[in-house]
């Protein structure tokens, strides 16, 4: 059953304004939304000079033009009442391991013991190894090397070259609750992940889908063992990522970003080109490239150094301090004798 706007704001108990036959479809993040999408509007900075189709809002917009706003007061309930309309679950058949609706290059071979969903596409020159799952409407490109074991989602993207070694996770839900008085409420996480070309994907490395839109790895990126990327992450062209890294949700990083092992970078920051951190450090605010950076929290390089040093220094400073402080409280009690 088709859902209208009208449908819909009866179902989340806003307030309709505009087009009440505006078709419901999936939405798309705010900052690719057109005149014929869906989209969300919870924040001021982005009400701009900008035209969409259907806008659910916590606000009414004062710049933005749309075909039909639907007002709502409880924005995380409206989003997963709206998401819900559009969650899609892995599905295969264990009578056809290889969905009949799949278009595979006729020079790539199925192993056993695989699994290939309906409308999967899989590019000339391809090579797929034993256990390895692919869900529906993914896309798989030319000369892609994919390991056991690995899990591939629904609505995932593989560019040209690329490899994916053993154990990788790439499709997961996203981390995304909702915190009431009872309990935790889940976000459907509706959206995909893209990996373009000449990547790398490291063993047990776990890509998250994006709640709506895309998770994305640009071409020539390198992702180390055991690297977790949250949803709504895009990472740059050519960045390399040392093992047990964690990117939070919804952070940008640059292109030509270099990361040591067990960096761990904040939600929704902005990570700039040409920048290195150095390993185990941890980033809770954005930073601008290029640069060297290091600590937690991650500061600039020779800041980080000098803190270090002075660091190494403190027992030694702490007891140069108490003697100067005996010594000025015995000269006080001199003087008050």
């Not at 001021?44 to 009414?60: P, S, V």
């Not at 990126?221 to 990472?235: C, P, R, S």
Request: hydrophobic share 35%; net charge negative; glycine share 10%.
């Amino acid at each position: 059953m088709k859902v209208k706007a009208s449908d819909l704001a009866l179902e989340l108990d806003g307030k309709l304004e505009g087009n009440p036959d505006f078709p419901v479809k999936k939405p798309v993040p705010i900052k690719v939304a057109g005149p014929e999408d869906v989209t969300f509007l919870f924040d001021e900075k982005f009400d701009e000079e900008k035209e969409f189709g259907l806008l659910i809002a916590t606000f009414r917009p004062r710049k933005s033009k749309y075909s039909a706003l639907i007002l709502v007061k409880n924005r995380d309930e409206a989003m997963i009442k709206v998401l819900r309309h559009f969650e899609k679950k892995d599905e295969f058949d264990i009578a056809n391991p290889v969905s009949p609706e799949a278009e595979i290059s006729e020079d790539v071979k199925i192993p056993p013991f695989c699994f290939i969903g309906k409308r999967v596409k899989i590019g000339k020159g391809t090579r797929i190894h034993p256990f390895v799952f692919i869900g529906s409407d993914s896309e798989i490109g030319d000369n892609v090397t994919i390991y056991p074991f690995v899990y591939i989602g629904h609505d995932v993207k593989i560019g040209n070259n690329t490899t994916i070694f053993s154990g990788a996770v790439i499709g997961a839900d996203g981390f995304g609750f909702y915190r009431t008085q009872s309990g935790y409420i889940k976000i459907p996480q509706v959206g995909g992940v893209i990996i373009e070309e000449d990547c790398e994907i490291g063993a047990n490395a776990t890509i998250d889908r994006a709640t709506i839109g895309y998770t994305i790895i640009k071409k020539g990126t390198k992702l180390d063992d055991q690297v977790h990327v949250g949803h709504n992450v895009e990472i740059g062209e050519h960045t390399v990522i040392a093992g047990q890294t964690g990117i939070a949700g919804s952070t940008k990083v640059g292109n030509w970003v270099m990361m040591g092992g067990q960096v761990g970078i904040a939600d929704h920051l902005e990570i700039g080109d040409n920048i290195i951190i150095l390993a185990k450090a941890g980033v809770a605010k954005s930073l601008e490239g290029p640069g060297i950076y290091g600590g937690y929290f991650a500061r600039e390089r020779s800041k980080f150094l000098k803190i270090r040093a002075l660091e190494e220094k403190l027992p030694e400073i702490y007891e140069r301090l108490k003697r100067l402080e005996e010594k000025v409280e015995g000269k006080d009690n001199k003087e008050k004798d």
